[in-house]
């Protein structure tokens, strides 16, 4: 089973930052404890306001950001669009475009598989 994004959060947390007790780490990310414990217990799918926080607090690199996004994403049951990318392709009209003509060259129309 691959890890979860509470898992991977814990991981950081313990490894890169040294802090044993997640509620120090809700305090640097300046949320409630209860909220952390919820993400790291892959109860609650952290916001974007969170994630922008947690890329800033653990000093991530890109690969790192990415993998934080798409298992944010991945937490969804409905299959949501990670949200770097959602905002990007939202504030970008050429992503848009390259993206419906990739889909027309695979064969999908809008909004189907």
Do not use: C, W
């Not at 800033?56 to 409905?78: P, R």
């Amino acid at each position: 089973m691959a890890e979860s994004l509470g898992k991977y959060l814990i991981n950081l947390r313990k490894h890169k930052l040294n802090i044993d007790v997640s509620r120090k780490m809700a305090e640097k990310l300046e949320i409630t404890p209860q909220y952390m414990y919820d993400i790291e217990n892959d109860n609650r799918i952290p916001s974007e306001k969170v994630l922008k926080k947690i890329e800033e607090v653990f000093s991530l690199d890109e690969e790192e950001k990415e993998k934080i996004y798409d298992m944010a994403a991945a937490a969804y049951k409905n299959n949501k669009v990670p949200v770097d990318i959602a905002n990007y392709i939202i504030n970008n009209s050429e992503a848009k475009t390259k993206i419906r003509e990739m889909m027309k060259k695979e064969g999908r129309n809008n909004g189907g598989n």
